[in-house]
């Protein structure tokens, strides 16, 4: 499911509409599409949404986060330009569906999202809760993204709530 409106009906049917969060002011964006890329509103509360995929060799699902820069070449997102979330949708093989809420605060963190002091990265993996990383650097990812993951097909929605205003 790594079409932007696709996906976006499917979470709005699932978990938005049910837990009372109307987005609005929605766009496609044609860059990264094959991810599910768009952006929307949920309240004053901007959000970046992605569509994580697996991949044939790694755990974990693999997203783009990326953008044409003046030179129109790709670049990072940057702290400034970004949205307040990057909500990025991951789809498991035994009907597991989640989201990450990434608070744009914590993707600088990360060094996902480019400063003056930090390029920023264009892509990023992600481990929800029903995979096990066996390789260092993956669990450590996977020990820092946890806390913002929130398995929809079990209903949660404490934890989106807590990040919109």
Request: glycine content about 6%; charged content about 25%; proline content about 4%.
């Amino acid at each position: 499911m790594d079409d932007f409106h696709e996906a976006l009906t499917y979470v709005n049917e699932k978990f938005y509409k049910p837990n009372h969060l109307i987005i609005e002011d929605i766009q496609a964006e044609s860059q990264n599409a094959k991810y599910g890329a768009g952006r929307f509103r949920i309240r004053s509360t901007t959000v970046r949404f992605r569509v994580a995929k697996q991949t044939p060799k790694k755990i974990g699902q693999f997203v783009v986060c990326w953008e044409k820069g003046s030179d129109n070449k790709n670049q990072a997102y940057s702290y400034e330009k970004a949205a307040d979330l990057l909500v990025i949708n991951t789809f498991g093989s035994h009907d597991e569906f989640g989201q990450f809420i990434f608070p744009k605060d914590l993707l600088v963190k990360q060094g996902i999202l480019k400063t003056e002091s930090s390029h920023g990265k264009m892509a990023l993996r992600v481990y929800p809760i029903w995979d096990t990383p066996i390789s260092k650097q993956a669990i450590d990812t996977q020990k820092w993204q946890l806390p913002y993951f929130v398995q929809l097909n079990q209903g949660s929605s404490s934890q989106i709530n807590s990040y919109i205003q």
